[in-house]
């Protein structure tokens, strides 16, 4: 038998597996995968009960970052580091609630109100802890009036104030309905309170910043306290109307597409000088300059100029009003280089 026969009879020979041998190597076969999946297990297991993180650092170093990074005043960092070392170390419900109201006065005192609101609102969803209750509804509180969300924030109080499961409920009682769209009180709140934003929209380049959302403020609550049936009595009517107009396609008339062109021209131009005037900072030095510099302007009949502290609202005012208004020229003269405005004045004149 040459070399040739002889590999071949080694091939048929290993191909005809009795009853036997197959059923030993199929159970070969599937310990080894049994094997296999255990050993997978087991590190899986032990790297989960280490804390650590194949891609990131070990729990109780991603812990120390961020202590070190709150040391250090980097907020914001300490917060991100905060939130990695619950991926790694998955604490407990409890354990997870007080590192999420740790991020949360994080965020809140970097001034990310709404990223502080998030992290109250997780660790509260993680677990209600006695210890901290008082605390994330304060702060909690505080984020809201801070965005101006005064809506949510009377619904917040309202929640957490409440004597019993039905008076916190109350925001989600329906008010109205108009087919299939159901009006809660709540929706009703944010209703009224955009309603007055946009009736602040007019006053916006007279009123400063601060002055307009405690005007807001005041506006709600006197809206909300002495008259939300009468608000959506008006909403219910306006909606309605506004339905009906559109299928009548009065949307479409050309004197009502230029007015709301019209409309959207100025609510776009004054949205955008806002965000200008929003890098304004005026500080007590600044109002005590004009102040000394306008003295005659602010006397009275009588002549007497108030003392400062007395005067400080008007000079405010006026400071940032001349600060608004450099913002504008400085503004308007970029744009009109920029899109090349040409005001030809002498064509203005009487032939």
């Not at 109250?120 to 984020?143: D, K, N, Q, V």
């Amino acid at each position: 038998m040459d070399d040739r026969e002889a590999k071949k009879g080694l091939r048929l020979t290993l191909d005809r597996r009795g009853d036997g041998a197959g059923r030993r190597s199929g159970s070969t076969t599937a310990l080894l995968v049994v094997a296999i999946v255990l050993v997978a297990a087991d590190l899986f297991l032990a790297l989960r009960g280490r804390g650590a993180d194949p891609a990131g650092l070990p729990a109780a170093d991603a812990r120390d970052l961020a202590l070190q990074l709150e040391e250090r005043g980097l907020l914001a960092a300490a917060g991100n580091a905060w939130t990695e070392y619950l991926a790694v170390a998955r604490p407990g419900r409890e354990a997870s609630g007080k590192v999420w109201y740790r991020i949360g006065k994080l965020r809140q005192e970097e001034g990310d109100w709404e990223g502080a609101l998030d992290a109250f609102y997780r660790s509260e969803a993680h677990a209600r802890l006695p210890e901290l209750e008082t605390e994330i509804g304060r702060r909690s509180a505080e984020c809201l009036e801070q965005l101006g969300r005064f809506a949510a924030l009377r619904r917040e109080l309202e929640e957490r104030t409440a004597a019993t499961p039905a008076d916190s409920a109350a925001g989600g009682r329906i008010v109205a309905e108009i087919g299939d769209w159901k009006i809660r009180r709540a929706d009703l709140d944010r209703l009224i309170e955009a309603e007055i934003e946009t009736q602040l929209e007019a006053m916006a380049g007279e009123l400063p910043a601060e002055a307009r959302r405690t005007q807001k403020e005041r506006m709600l609550e006197a809206a909300v306290d002495g008259g939300r049936a009468a608000w959506l009595e008006r909403f219910i009517a306006e909606e309605l109307l506004y339905r009906r107009a559109r299928e009548e396609g009065i949307a479409d008339e050309p004197a009502v597409a230029a007015l709301r062109r019209n409309l959207e021209r100025k609510l776009l131009a004054g949205r955008f000088l806002e965000r200008s005037f929003e890098t304004i900072e005026i500080g007590p030095e600044d109002l005590r300059r004009w102040y000394d510099a306008h003295a005659e302007e602010l006397a009275g009949d009588d002549g007497v100029t108030p003392a400062f502290d007395a005067a400080r609202e008007r000079v405010l005012a006026a400071v940032r009003a001349e600060r608004e208004a450099a913002i504008v020229r400085e503004t308007v003269g970029e744009l009109m280089r920029r899109y090349g405005a040409v005001i030809h004045r002498e064509a203005l004149e009487e032939p």
